[in-house]
Structures are given as C-alpha cells and as structure tokens.
C-alpha cells in the first residue's frame, strides 16, 4: 500500500514534481546543465536575498552540515543543541576532529539569544551550529534576535540548518548576516531527498580557504571554482535538480508571502486541533514551527496503536523522535500541503482516537 505520508520528511512529492524529474537525462557538463544550474541558485538567491553562491550538493544536509564545520571551524565549535538533530551536530563536529562544546537548552525549548551569547563572549570561538527549526521537537529558535547577537562576533562563523524552515518563512540571508545557510529538500521544498542546497557568505570563502584538511567532496572552495562555471565539483543528482527548478518556478507562481501566510495557517490549524482532541503543545509557547508541530501525548493515548490504525487506512503517522518518542507525535503542515489534506488526516485521527483512548 502506498501510504499518504504525514511524516516530518520525507513528504509527498506533487505529480508534476515528478513529472519534472522524469525530464530526459543530460550530461552534467554538458552546457544544457549549466543553464539549468544557474537557473535554480539564481531563484534560491532570490529566495534567501542574497547575491552571495548558493551551492547545490548532492547529499543528505548532514553532508553539508559536516562540511561546513570542515571548512570553518579553525580553533573550536560552539554546537548549540536543543533537540535530537542539533546535539547530533555537536557529536559530527567532535568525529571531525574539532574541538568543540555542546550548550544544550531542554528539549522543548528554544535556543536564545542569551545563550549565543554568552557562550561567544568567553572569545574562546571561531565559529558556531545552529538549528532554526528543530524537527525532532518541533521548536522553532528566535534566529533574527540570535543573528544579531552574532554581528557582535564577526569573526565567528554562523553556520545555521534551516532543513525545515527554508522556503516556509522568510530566511533573508543577507539581512540576518549569516555565513552559511543550508537546507535539505525533502522538507519544506517538498522534493525527494538527495539533494542540498547551501547559502555561502564571503567571508565563509575566504576563511575556507585557510582552513586545512577540510577535505574534497564538501570543499567549499572547489564549490566555489565550479560554481563560477554554473555547476558542481562531482556528477550532481540532475534529475532532483529539474524538480527543484520546477518547484521553485511554482514557489514565486504562487507568491512567497502567499506561501509563508499558507504555513502560517496550517500551522495554527494544527495547533488548535491538537488541543481540541485533549493533547498538548511539546514546543514553548512563542517557539513553534510553522512547519510541523509537536503534539504532547496525553498519558492515556495508545500511540503505538493509532499509528498501525492510520497505516492500515493509508496514512503514515509520526509518533516522536529519540528520547521523546510515544511522549509526543508529530504532525507536518509543509511543501505542497494545503489545508484540505489537513483536515483529511484530522478526520481520519478524530474516528481513530476513541479506539486506542484508555
């Protein structure tokens, strides 16, 4: 059975997403690619506002995530972590063979400005992760308010995940002043995964550079050099990139504020439905995403077994990441999801419920 999917990623791919990827396949340094590179960075350009490169990779972000750290991080790492896949960031940097410290906020809880800095103002720092939006927890951290603690540490790199925020709010690269910005698209993009994206500042290139042992296959300056020719340093995921290109292409057809306000609204919806089926809201309170919310179970809620239930109508459903996993669940509102898809699946959980309820 092919499963409708409301999971936090990877989410349902539209059909004429598909369609775009199913486009005759090129030679990657043929000049057909090249057009077709520069049309999909000079839209992610308009998307972030940046003039700066915005490199494709093909890999998972965590490739990404890993080379940034390889690249930038020269003397030692501020991770920041507040859920499952930041505090991972932490445990990449340190299997690179960095020096870098782990400065957790609960689960829940947001990464705030306080705390960057306090951790950048010991001068013990040359470059810093964080996660924006924090899938495991649902938690959305205050990046503009942290963006502009971090302009009074300019020889600190930023290097932020927006895995699942790029392209559902606003991310404005250059105003935010952020030295790299990355995302994977099988989020909020609403593609298959494999595929990267990646906002580079100057300064980043430049600090690269000097940095050594920072690899090949995740070396911004080899990036760099390719990028300037409309294309990649390895044989990239061609036909991802056609469907990035067509969904960009829907993105600015359909409007970006009209976007963001369409997140906006499901996320709310969400939320309002959680509690009125009697559960709670995991994230802080001014803290959620507007991507995917986490529901806090309820203690007498079978979530193990509404899953199966919903599986065998057709619906994949999350019940939680890592050490919150059965204590929460998690419901995307992303991509290409509208709010009839929504209510489809509430209604599905709402006939499910009384069945699996203590």
């Known amino acids: 059975m092919v499963k409708k999917l409301f999971i936090p990623g990877p989410v349902d791919v539209s059909a004429d997403v598909f369609q775009a990827m199913s486009h005759p396949m090129i030679g990657h340094r043929m000049p057909e690619y090249a057009q077709l590179h520069e049309s999909v960075t000079r839209q992610l350009k308009t998307l972030l506002n940046t003039d700066k490169p915005v490199f ?36 990449v940097t340190k299997r690179c063979g960095l020096e870098a410290d782990l400065f957790s906020a609960e689960w829940g809880q947001p990464i705030t400005p306080e705390m960057v800095d306090q951790a950048l103002s010991t001068g013990r720092y040359d470059a810093l992760t964080l996660v924006h939006n924090e899938t495991s927890t649902g938690v959305m951290s205050p990046l503009a308010d942290i963006a502009e603690v971090m302009k009074k540490y300019p020889d600190v790199s930023s290097i932020v995940d927006t895995v699942s925020s790029m392209s559902a709010v606003p ?13 994977g698209v099988q989020k909020a993009f609403g593609l298959p995964p494999g595929l990267a994206v990646c906002a580079v500042s100057q300064q980043a290139l430049d600090k690269a550079r000097t940095t050594p042992n920072r690899g090949y296959y995740f070396d911004f300056e080899e990036f760099e050099k390719n990028d300037l020719k409309h294309n990649t340093p390895s044989t990239p995921c061609i036909s991802l990139i056609f469907g990035l290109d067509a969904q960009l292409k829907k993105m600015f057809a359909e409007g970006l504020d009209n976007r963001y306000a369409r997140h906006a609204e499901m996320a709310d919806f969400t939320r309002s439905w959680i509690q009125q089926q009697g559960f709670g809201l995991f994230a802080a309170e001014g803290y959620r995403s507007m991507t995917l919310t986490s529901g806090a179970n309820d203690g007498r809620t079978d979530l193990d077994a509404l899953k199966k239930l919903a599986g065998a109508r057709g619906f994949a459903m999350d019940t939680g990441y890592g050490k919150i996993k059965g204590q929460t669940f998690r419901i995307p509102h992303m991509a290409d999801m509208t709010l009839a898809d929504l209510k489809e699946y509430f209604a599905l959980l709402e006939e499910l419920l009384p069945q699996v309820r203590a």
């Open 171 to 183: 991310i404005d690269f250059t105003a935010l002043g952020l030295d790299v910005c990355l995302a």
């Open 56 to 91: 494709l990779s093909t890999s998972s972000a965590f490739g990404i995530m890993e080379g940034a750290v390889r690249n930038l991080v020269q003397k030692r790492c501020a991770n920041f972590g507040n859920g499952a896949f930041s505090t991972k960031w932490h445990d």
